[in-house]
């Protein structure tokens, strides 16, 4: 019979924000419960900004934890020292590392900034040294860790939220973007490549953020702010029914670290239209088979718009393929390899 | 009441060996009175097979420097060995402290090299220690350092990925491919270099595992430390982090200079 452990999984949060992360430390805690460990779930704030980053990974070190062992998942909860710390990497501090050109990192390249730069990824690579082992949620992830820190990792996928409750329904003729509206989810290149579709299909957004505004303004100047709908946050049902009804889920973020949404469509039998930079989604997309995967740029997104607007079986074909790979995601074997070491 | 360390000298002492006794000196009284029977512990240097001997009849911790090269099994009975390339502690540069020299990963020395216009391939053949973070400039931004017996031990605690010769990398305890690339003539050099330029993973799991090596085997602090455990001399009070904070920011090496370090301090009651 399997020891029945004391496990604390710690997550980072910035307060009065929910995305992946945040669902994916609670569903980890409860697949934990579920295996009949006991489990909990321990959070500190964090504040992204570079005048306070490393107080924010500070922070951690003074966390005393009594567990068997502790998972630690993204950054800076990695921080936290126990002599059992399992880390199952969701993300680093992207600005410090494959984001540091990207709008919105506040590092620079002046000496300060530099120093600073240099001293968290000093911090960054012990903090993740300590673990008695390492996985991360994705190949992305993985490569990341090795190609900045020189560290080694093992992938192991999970499954999205409400994995179970999505289902496949009809191939109404409108696409779906699923998103929180900030820059790095680039849900204005999901709209433009809509709009260099020709046709009458709509496009449904998902999600509320900083630019909507933007995204608003953007739909008026391209002439499809009538096929536009920015539904901004929706309930779960709500959710379930939008993925269960579209032709295909358009979804392009910068280097997604792993994308909940990408599973959440396959589970649903849906294609995914993506783009080359994606990251983690191209993990899951094979174009041509599981949706597809265009160069970063609105007209060839366009195109693979077009392709699935005028032909719902070839949608629900890929969809379908998609759905097999996802539904093999179970919890399970996730908790089973993060507890081995122990 | 202080301990007292007697010394045991076969050969005359080398500069790094003067210096490592004037840090051990922080841990004990070290006295040149070898016969002195009030040794808590005994320190020998190069020994004659009679000092061996005439040690290993003492009930005392020991620990041995070898420079010479030659290591009995005798020598090696009577404790801890300190010596290059033996696997012991390795102690073989003097003036290297690893925590004085910054460690640079090698994206962030990219990122110096693309502000000062810098070839993106630098490779620097003359490690040397400097003020940016204990490092010269071509020491601190090079995307490769090749380095000799006289610059390995700031070459790897700088973080960078290291090309030396097979000789320099055992006096060190270093393996190939581990925490450095050896290469014994400049077609090898130039091949090493490629290899690293081409694969930012396998330089910067280089450069982690270099400093790392420079940290636990190099550091003329660390090294003390060891040995002064072996001969099971006390942590000098001065040296005891007494704070949470020091310890917490201590084991990520953090520097003491860092603003970091200032706002923590402040920020506690």
């Excluded at chain 2, 030396?164 to 190939?176: D, Q």
Aim: proline share 5%.
């Amino acid at each position: 019979m399997t020891r029945k452990l004391k496990v604390c999984v710690a997550g980072a949060q910035v307060p009065f924000m929910r995305g992946g992360a945040e669902q994916a430390v609670e569903n980890l805690t409860v697949a934990l419960r579920d295996a009949g460990h006991q489990a909990d779930l321990v959070r500190l704030p964090v504040a992204w900004d570079a005048g306070r980053i490393l107080e924010s990974a500070a922070a951690w070190r003074f966390v005393a934890v009594d567990a068997d062992v502790v998972i630690a998942t993204n950054f800076p909860s990695y921080f936290i020292r126990h002599p059992h710390k399992v880390v199952w990497l969701f993300h680093q501090h992207r600005p410090l590392y494959d984001a540091y050109d990207m709008p919105w990192s506040d590092f620079t390249n002046d000496d300060a900034s530099l120093e600073l730069q240099r001293l968290l990824s000093d911090w960054d690579t012990r903090a993740l040294e300590e673990a008695t082992a390492r996985f991360t949620l994705s190949d992305l992830v993985t490569d990341r860790l090795r190609t900045f820190n020189g560290l080694s990792s093992t992938t192991l996928y999970h499954p999205a939220p409400l994995q179970s409750e999505l289902h496949s329904g009809r191939y109404d003729d409108y696409f779906l973007c699923v998103s929180r509206l900030e820059r790095n989810k680039r849900v204005d290149l999901a709209l433009r490549g809509f709009a260099a579709a020709p046709g009458n299909s709509r496009f449904v957004v998902a999600g509320e953020g900083g630019e909507r505004g933007n995204l608003e303004k953007l739909a008026q100047e391209l002439g499809v702010a009538s096929r536009v709908e920015l539904r901004g946050f929706v309930d779960d049902d709500v959710l379930i029914d939008l993925f269960a009804n579209c032709r295909a889920v358009i979804y392009t973020p910068i280097q997604e670290d792993y994308g909940y949404v990408t599973l959440q469509a396959f589970a649903a039998a849906k294609p995914v239209i993506t783009v080359a930079d994606s990251g983690g989604v191209l993990e899951w997309v094979t174009d041509g088979v599981t949706g597809r995967v265009v160069a970063t740029d609105p007209a060839a997104l366009g195109e693979a718009v077009a392709q699935l607007a005028a032909d719902a079986e070839l949608a629900q074909r890929m969809g379908e393929a998609g759905a097999a790979r996802a539904n093999q995601l179970t919890w399970q074997p996730v908790v089973e390899t993060l507890l081995a070491s122990v | 009441m202080t301990a007292v360390v007697g010394l045991v000298v076969g050969a005359s002492p080398s500069a790094a060996f003067t210096d490592f006794l004037v840090q051990l000196s922080a841990y004990a009284d070290v006295s040149a009175d070898a016969a002195s029977t009030s040794a808590d512990a005994l320190m020998l240097f190069d020994p004659t097979p009679q000092q061996t001997a005439k040690a290993g009849g003492l009930a005392v911790p020991r620990a041995v420097w070898s420079e010479s090269g030659v290591v009995g099994a005798d020598v090696q009975a009577l404790g801890m060995l300190v010596s290059p390339g033996t696997g012991g502690v390795t102690f073989p540069v003097p003036g290297v402290r690893a925590c004085a020299v910054l460690a640079i990963p090698p994206f962030m020395r990219r990122r110096w090299r693309l502000r000062g216009n810098l070839d993106p391939g630098l490779v620097c053949r003359q490690p040397a220690g400097g003020r940016r973070g204990g490092l010269s400039d071509e020491t601190a931004m090079a995307a490769v350092l090749v380095a000799d017996m006289d610059s390995i031990a700031i070459a790897l605690a700088s973080g960078a990925p290291v090309v030396t010769t097979s000789a320099t990398a055992l006096k060190v305890g270093a393996r190939h491919g581990h925490e450095l690339l050896v290469a014994d003539d400049e077609a090898g050099v130039e091949a090493a270099i490629a290899a690293i330029l081409a694969d930012d993973g396998v330089a910067a799991a280089l450069g982690r595992r270099g400093r790392r090596l420079a940290e636990q085997r190099l550091d003329q602090g660390h090294a003390v430390a060891a040995v002064a455990h072996a001969l099971g001399l006390a942590t000098p009070v001065a040296d005891a982090e007494s704070l949470a904070l020091g310890r917490r920011l201590g084991d990520l090496w953090t520097p003491p200079t860092a603003a970091v370090v200032t706002r923590m301090a402040r920020s506690l009651p």
